[in-house]
């Protein structure tokens, strides 16, 4: 008997966009021999699975079910490619835990936690790793701009606090650019996180861990043609991206053994991608963990699944055999 699969994208943010693109490219990663594969689609209180170009059956949400011609289809398995709200940050791991259902990424407190950026830095930073300066500010709170230049610097980075895909950020270089980064920021979600600005090279790492395996692929450097790796940088194509990094190997094999840790910390589950900045002498700077990597077939974790020498078939098949109902 295949299992079925539901590939959950959507989601109530901006990154509705990528995540259809990522749900289009694990539509074609994993083996369909193997598995009955379904892509549902999460906005808002539309959840559906699209069955065709025109037809769209509703889900059942008190078991994740539908309903076609008669027949009840039951999900084995969810890969959550949702970035995002509700699929990056607990509230639809939550949702699987209550009903039983395994999926493909962290539990509820590590997407929780990795979601909001500000308290995953701050509570990485307790460990031992390096993260830049921050500020938090929520809704109706503000900061002057002398506050800011003192405290973090320019030229800094303004973002929302939640979210990704750089949706909402912008690289501030002068004192009257700070508060229309802040309204900005805060038009994506009610905190907004400034961060001192790091130099030097942007390279990421992604990793997967099963009961039996730890498998950390090759390490990617961005070079961005733009101010920063923006949405057109990541989407566009307005960036270079080179597998294996240009870095030295024992500088590789001390990211990999981090990335590693940080995984472990965070209790982390399925493919995560993890982001840094390489600074002078061979300084490792975390940017952020992603536990909702984009799948297109451009993103980095097919690029780096590609570079180790492995079948992305095989990858995913580990993913979803070694399904479980996380326990945060």
């Known amino acids: 008997m295949k299992k079925n699969i539901a590939i959950v994208a959507g989601g109530d943010s901006s990154e509705v966009v990528v995540s259809l693109k990522s749900a289009a490219g694990l539509y074609s990663f994993i083996d369909k021999e193997r598995y009955n594969l379904f892509i549902v689609s999460i906005v808002g209180k539309k959840w559906q699975v699209e069955w065709s170009e025109t037809e769209k059956i509703e889900i059942d949400k008190n078991d994740f079910s539908f309903v076609r011609n008669g027949e009840k289809t039951n999900f084995d398995f969810a890969y959550i490619t949702i970035h995002g709200t509700p699929g990056e940050n607990g509230i639809l791991q939550g949702y699987f835990e209550l009903i039983g259902l395994p999926y493909s990424c962290c539990g509820v407190l590590a997407a929780a936690l990795t979601f909001n950026k500000f308290a995953c830095n701050t509570y990485l930073k307790s460990f031992g790793v390096r993260v830049s300066e921050s500020l938090l500010l929520r809704a109706g709170q503000s900061v002057s701009n002398e506050e800011v230049i003192q405290k973090i610097g320019l030229p800094c980075f303004v973002k929302p606090n939640v979210g990704g895909s750089s949706f909402g950020v912008s690289k501030v270089k002068t004192a009257e650019q700070i508060q229309p980064a802040i309204d900005k920021a805060f038009a994506e979600g009610e905190e907004v996180m400034i961060e001192a600005f790091m130099s030097g090279t942007e390279i990421t790492c992604g990793i997967y861990k099963t009961k039996k395996k730890s498998v950390v692929f090759p390490i990617t450097e961005v070079v961005s043609q733009n101010e920063f790796f923006d949405f057109d940088a990541k989407y566009k194509g307005e960036s270079e991206e080179i597998t294996p990094a240009r870095i030295s190997n024992s500088l590789t094999d001390r990211v ?25 002498g061979e300084v ?10 984009g799948m297109t077939a451009t993103s980095f974790i097919p690029q780096q699944v590609a570079a180790a020498g492995l079948d992305i078939k095989d990858v995913m098949m580990d993913i979803i055999e070694n399904e479980h109902t996380s326990k945060s």
Do not use: M
């Open 256 to 280: 990999q053994k981090l990335t590693s840790a940080i995984y472990d910390i965070l209790s982390c589950k399925g493919i995560v991608r993890v982001d840094y900045i390489i600074s002078e």
């Open 284 to 293: 490792i700077n975390l940017l952020e963990v992603n536990t909702t990597p």
